[in-house]
């Protein structure tokens, strides 16, 4: 079965610049879910999505993250314009359903903003 | 709200010595406790779970109980090895409703040959 994919593993970007990163769940899977962890931390959620509706989005700073998850499969994550503070890895989880415990996670990925 | 407390590491043990990591949760209602490992540029895997109270998971030798009375969910392995190296994170997630995991700070493990 595979896994949770995740690109770019590695992103190196100017602040005030945008970046995105984007997330393929496993297949079947109906729960996304964005987190964001900052070294030395552990990962701190910023959105969750079931299929394509957003079920919790209270961390997520909307004034600059934004991230939508178009046919209930792939997602994207974008920052616009970056800061300093925005420098960590950005996993993406998924989850087979509404009673699923087990989240799987993907590689990462590990932002520097410069 | 629901937080995880672990100890702060790192951690740095001799092959074969016994470990310990220390977990305790703030949670309402029962949660589903958890331990993630996170090894050398590899994403979080999950190592073991308990749903509910007195449940005890287990996996590669690693070891945690589900305490209700004292809301710990300390993680132990016997004789570690220079592979357990990596960063662990405890976990909770409510049992009631499609909600995220909420994660410690995690512990660093070093294993010494």
């Known amino acids: 079965e595979a896994g949770v994919a995740q690109s770019p593993r590695y992103k190196i970007i100017e602040k005030r610049q945008s970046v995105a990163f984007w997330c393929n769940p496993i297949s079947g899977h109906a729960t996304l879910y964005w987190y964001q962890q900052i070294l030395g931390q552990g990962p701190k959620l910023l959105i969750q999505?079931?299929?394509?509706?957003?079920?919790?989005d209270s961390q997520l700073p909307k004034d600059r993250f934004s991230a939508e998850r178009l046919k209930g499969v792939d997602s994207t994550l974008k920052i616009q314009p970056a800061k300093l503070e925005d420098s960590a890895v950005y996993l993406c989880a998924s989850s087979l359903d509404r009673e699923a415990t087990e989240a799987f996670f993907g590689q990462g990925t590990r932002l520097t903003v410069v | 709200g629901n937080s995880v407390t672990q100890m702060e590491g790192p951690v740095t043990l001799s092959e074969e010595a016994f470990l310990t990591i220390n977990c305790t949760y703030t949670?309402?209602?029962?949660?589903?406790l958890f331990w993630y490992v996170q090894y050398p540029g590899e994403g979080l895997q999950l190592l073991l779970k308990?749903?509910?109270?007195?449940d005890k998971g287990s996996n590669k030798g690693f070891e945690a109980t589900y305490r209700k009375e004292t809301t710990s969910f300390h993680l132990e392995k016997g004789s570690v090895q220079v592979s357990d190296s990596a960063v662990y994170f405890c976990a909770l997630r409510r049992n009631s409703g499609n909600t995220p995991l909420v994660f410690g700070k995690g512990t660093r493990l070093s294993v010494i040959a």
């Open positions: 949670a309402t209602g029962y949660p589903s």
């Open positions: 308990a749903t509910k109270a007195d």
């Open positions: 999505f079931q299929n394509n509706g957003v079920v919790d």
